[in-house]
């Protein structure tokens, strides 16, 4: 599927049961390719290489606990101090942004309090900053480079 992001080198395999997988470089294991793991690869990829976040520092399936629950952060970017700095959300490309995507990644920085929050169904990408003073978000034009977050 043809995405809003730049090609890179997928590692695909097929399964004898005829299930296909993907290679993530960040959990060093193949996963179960789905139109939103696809999304993630080619994100994270993006992430690493036009915007050069350290991999040592970017996490896929990050877990926090929500109101008791156990819940899972679709890739986070940690800083340099250990502390959350980035939590992306990832859709199937078919699935709209919609305000439901934004409240479900604004209910995880409760937890996770990163000053970015990106929204991306591969498609169509948001990013918004979090004003930890006021508690509100801005929307920004772009993805910010690495050195500049």
């Known amino acids: 599927m043809q995405l809003n992001l730049p090609e890179y080198g997928a ?14 470089d960040l959990r ?8 939103e793991e696809w999304v993630r690869q080619h994100f994270v990829h993006w992430l690493l290489d036009a915007k050069r976040y ?10 926090l606990r929500l109101n008791g629950t156990l819940r899972r952060c679709d890739t986070v970017v940690f800083g340099t101090d250990g502390r959350p ?6 859709k199937a490309p078919e699935v ?16 996770m309090q990163a000053d ?28 910010p480079a690495w050195e500049n977050l």
């Open 54 to 63: 350290p991999a040592g520092l970017t996490a896929n399936e990050v877990g």
């Open 11 to 24: 590692r695909v395999r097929r399964l004898a049961d005829g299930s296909v997988q993907i290679y993530d």
């Open 116 to 143: 970015y929050l990106i929204v991306s169904n591969g498609l169509d990408h948001y990013c918004c900053r979090y004003d930890h003073a006021t508690g509100r978000y801005a929307f920004v034009r772009e993805v």
């Open 85 to 90: 700095a980035v939590v992306v959300e990832y």
């Open 28 to 35: 060093r294991k193949f996963v179960a390719l789905t139109p």
């Open 96 to 111: 709209a942004i919609t305000q439901r995507v934004f409240d479900q990644i604004a209910r995880y920085n409760l937890v």
